[in-house]
């Protein structure tokens, strides 16, 4: 309803029809932020889930202190993200951050990862990936978990080795699974906020400047309630697009 609506949460409501939605179609700062959300989400998504697979695969074999490695590799998930901005600002400092010192060791020249417009998206989608890895090894371990061990014993029979096992056996079983970690994956992806506004708060200029901060700029900066609702309705309409769409094409699987 306040999509419709001009109101800046001190006066009363004024309609005004399709206005805010006309008007940010036509403002470039949308589209630049969309820009930024969706390459995040190509960074983070693909990344992260073939990330947690294989930490979830290598935790799902019989080695020394696994309920260790478990707990270390969870740990990031449960961590606030205040911690983990500090954290990883600190890791990212190009003057004292370690990343750029174990760089030097090497004779590379590390970057200013947040302060270059070039690579504080990148520097951005990696600390995502770091802090959601162990959720999603979580889930995927518990559907490796969940695949009988006579598919894998009747493949070494005739013969299959690892790669084939996992390829044939495994991927195809973890489906279901896989098909819940990237619907999940593509809505946390999509609502990116918390270490956009902790680290970079949307610079250099509007380089990690995502969806989900815009709105905040709109409502609780500049007091346009109305127009961050449109913004707001956008985001659930193109969230509610792609996730109807997997839907869709898991149901044809």
Aim: hydrophobic share 50%.
């Amino acid at each position: 309803v306040l999509s419709f609506t001009k109101y800046d949460m001190l006066t009363t409501p004024k309609f005004v029809g399709l206005q805010n939605y006309i008007t940010m179609f036509k403002d470039p700062i949308i589209w630049e932020v969309t820009k930024n959300t969706i390459i995040y989400t190509v960074i983070t998504v693909p990344v992260g889930m073939c990330f947690s697979l294989l930490l979830a695969v290598m935790l799902d074999q019989e080695i020394g202190f696994r309920r260790f490695y478990r707990a270390a590799f969870f740990l990031p998930t449960i961590t606030s993200m205040v911690v983990v901005a500090i954290v990883w600002q600190w890791i990212y400092n190009p003057d004292y951050g370690i990343l750029n010192y174990v760089l030097s060791l090497f004779g590379i020249q590390g970057p200013k990862w947040l302060l270059n417009t070039s690579t504080s998206l990148v520097s951005l989608a990696i600390v995502g990936i770091w802090k959601n890895a162990g959720y999603n090894m979580i889930i995927f371990l518990s559907g490796l978990q969940g695949i009988s061990t006579s598919y894998y014993e009747a493949s070494e029979l005739d013969g299959a080795n690892k790669w084939q096992q996992f390829r044939y056996i495994t991927v195809p079983m973890l489906r279901p699974t896989t098909f819940f970690i990237f619907v999940m994956s593509i809505i946390s992806s999509f609502q990116v906020f918390d270490q956009v506004m902790l680290m970079t708060k949307g610079g250099p200029g509007r380089a990690t400047s995502v969806l989900v901060l815009q709105i905040y700029k709109e409502a609780f900066q500049n007091y346009k309630f109305g127009y961050a609702s449109a913004e707001a309705m956008v985001l659930f309409a193109c969230i509610l697009v792609v996730t109807l769409i997997q839907f869709k094409r898991q149901k044809q699987d």
